[in-house]
């Protein structure tokens, strides 16, 4: 029952991170419709910003996350202008090509800046973690279910509660309907890119201290958070978060009960399974052929 | 023609450019060809190599080059996959001036890029210590690191004759490195009369290693041994492994020595052995060395980069021995190579190319390791 229970947490902590970042991706899949290549990056950046803040300019450790998250959140609106606005016109597949050439510019440059070397970041809390009924809580892992929940509902609350979100929403349902109704469609899209930068930046800053900063952090995270998007259903807001959570349960009790070797395979073969049977995933609505 | 300011731009590019390409055919080179993880997962053993070639270049430079010329070493990523490796080493024998070549500290690298060596038929210098890549019948490769068979048969006996465990667990790595170390440790723990309670592998880059650990936990051995390949790996494991509780004695192979490693996993590896093909109190030239790169790198040397830093030193006296750069001459010389003092041990090839029959064993005391001892085996 231990290993159950120690098992189930690690993986809702995983999980967590990927919901975070598959957050991320559906956001921008509902305000601009493209497929962000370099939401793992997001993560990444915001790492290596929280590692800046520390070690080379000693800031409190509350004063640097803010900052990063900030500073995450204008590095957004600059990454809309570089590889969205340009390219707005011309379809959903130039953009995403474009985010995959953001990607590997920001990689090979955090890589020339920061060289290869994994940088170290302390966790939020200095104890590790604490056993309950031989289970081993890591605080970080705890920091992490617990950021996650909180932005989760803050996201909602701003969502259905205010103007602006549902600004948002009616930005991402329908452009020129928003636009006729004098919401500032263009602010909207920027305030999604933002919002979906700095919440990359809060997966990179949880996982930093579990998983060290390196340049290919992002990667693998985005690709688990892209599957558990599908999972989830695509550009659907509870689905990711579902979806990322059981991704990360799912290949943690399969690497247990298994086969550790094939642990990033179950990830996929969930996917698979879910293109085969439910293409639209857990709370995708079916998408009618148009005429 | 009116000049304009494109011309004129282009024609002084062309005066200033015409007298370098002169000098450059003057000061001709003899180039070694290197595959560098210069980015990817093992961009970090990239950096070290780099550090540790560019000591052998200046110090064989300085005493007069090879056969009269600089020694020049060029390099092409591997970006730290397979086919990284194989089109490095493609674009190295493409462009048809090196004599011979430097390959990669991993196994599964090496082992992607041998029918093209074989192909290209020039001598390479290779650091993976799988057993297997000097033993299949490729005549090209040169090791300049001891094979597993031997780390495999120190962690053996120093666990059962010295630590007197017999309930082993073993985790690996499921690449060629980390297979082809299990492999050997299971069968040399066999020829000491002790089967595995446990044999787990996991795949590189692994973000979270709770299975492993309570696999580990499940089966409640006396003693770890684990051949995992990448730094983060073995950090990111060692923390997970104290969090539940584990603190059995651990048996490493050389990543868990590695500086990055000790860098990223802090206290979690304190009490852990190592078993490394360098360090610096084995022998005065391991000594020299790390002191030596300590001052030019400010930081501490270990086997990524001492490899590299004998694996040139070995081509240039072979070059230089062979009198020519003919590719069957520099095998003989590198073959006839007896006693050599570098590094990582004395080299004394065998007719498998191996270098080195050796390892150290370290123990991890609050930070620093500490040199327990030297076994050597008659190759």
Request: charged share 15%; aromatic share 10%.
């Amino acid at each position: 029952m231990a290993m159950f229970l120690q098992l189930l947490f690690t993986g809702m902590g995983i999980g967590a991170v990927y919901a975070l970042v598959s957050l991320g991706f559906v956001l921008l899949i509902c305000a601009a419709n493209i497929v962000n290549f370099a939401q793992g990056d997001f993560a990444m950046l915001g790492a290596y910003l929280l590692v800046l803040g520390l070690n080379v300019f000693s800031l409190p450790y509350p004063v640097a996350i803010v900052l990063t998250i900030l500073l995450m959140a204008i590095f957004g609106v600059l990454f809309a202008g570089a590889t969205y606005w340009p390219l707005r016109f011309r379809g959903a597949l130039p953009v995403i090509i474009s985010t995959i050439g953001a990607q590997i510019f920001l990689e090979n440059i955090v890589l020339y800046l920061y060289g290869p070397v994994p940088q170290v970041l302390p966790g939020v809390f200095n104890s590790p973690g604490f056993t309950v009924g031989g289970v081993f809580m890591d605080s970080q892992y705890l920091t992490i279910l617990a950021t996650a929940s909180l932005l989760v509902l803050l996201q909602y609350l701003v969502f259905e509660k205010t103007l602006l979100g549902k600004k948002i929403q009616a930005t991402n349902q329908d452009k020129e309907m928003a636009s006729l109704l004098g919401i500032p469609v263009v602010f909207m899209i920027l305030l999604t890119f933002a919002y979906s930068a700095a919440l990359g930046a809060v997966a990179g800053v949880l996982v930093g201290p579990i998983l060290f900063v390196s340049v290919g952090m992002g990667g693998s995270i985005a690709l688990k958070a892209f599957a558990a998007n599908i999972i989830g259903g695509y550009g659907s807001i509870p689905g990711a978060i579902v979806g990322g959570l059981l991704l990360g349960v799912a290949e943690t009790f399969g690497a247990a009960y298994i086969s550790v070797p094939y642990k990033d395979a179950f990830a996929f073969l969930i996917v698979l399974a879910f293109l085969a049977v439910r293409p639209q995933g857990l709370f995708g609505e079916k998408v009618a052929e148009k005429a | 023609m009116s000049l304009t300011r494109r011309t004129a731009l282009v024609g002084t590019a062309l005066a200033a450019a015409t007298p370098l390409r002169f000098a450059r055919a003057a000061e001709a080179t003899i180039k070694i060809g290197g595959i560098v993880p210069l980015t990817g997962p093992a961009a970090e053993t990239g950096k070290f190599m780099h550090n540790g070639a560019t000591m052998a270049l200046e110090e064989i430079n300085a005493k007069g080059g090879v056969l009269g010329k600089k020694l020049e070493w060029v390099v092409e990523d591997d970006a730290t996959t397979n086919p990284g490796a194989v089109l490095g080493f493609s674009r190295l024998v493409s462009r048809g001036d090196c004599v011979a070549y430097t390959g990669s500290i991993r196994s599964t690298q090496v082992n992607a890029i041998s029918p093209d060596v074989e192909k290209a038929g020039k001598p390479v210098i290779i650091g993976g210590t799988d057993p297997a890549l000097t033993h299949s019948g490729n005549p090209w490769f040169f090791r300049t690191r001891p094979n597993d068979n031997y780390s495999s048969k120190v962690m053996a006996n120093f666990g059962i004759d010295t630590l007197k465990k017999k309930k082993w667990a073993v985790v690996y790595a499921t690449d060629a490195f980390g297979t082809g170390g299990m492999k050997a440790l299971v069968d040399n723990l066999g020829k000491l009369g002790v089967k595995p309670v446990l044999v787990q592998g996991a795949a590189d880059q692994t973000a979270d290693f709770t299975p492993v650990v309570l696999a580990v936990k499940q089966a409640n051995p006396d003693i770890l041994a684990s051949y995992v390949t990448f730094e983060n790996d073995v950090a990111i494991f060692a923390r997970q492994l104290r969090q539940l509780g584990v603190t059995i004695p651990w048996v490493g192979s050389a990543s868990v020595t590695n500086t990055a490693t000790g860098q990223l996993a802090g206290p979690a590896m304190w009490g852990v052995y190592g078993v490394t093909d360098f360090d610096k109190k084995a022998s005065p030239e391991a000594a020299a060395y790390y002191t030596a790169y300590e001052k030019r790198f400010h930081l501490a040397a270990d086997n990524q980069s001492a490899w590299i830093y004998d694996g040139l030193h070995i081509l240039a006296m072979a070059i230089n021995e062979a009198k020519s750069t003919d590719a069957q001459k520099i095998r003989a010389a590198i073959m006839a190579i007896k006693g050599y003092k570098g590094t990582e041990g004395t080299y004394n090839f065998d007719q498998n190319g191996d270098g080195l029959h050796g390892y150290n064993i370290v123990q991890n005391k609050k930070g620093t390791w500490a040199f327990d001892k030297r076994i050597d085996f008659a190759s």
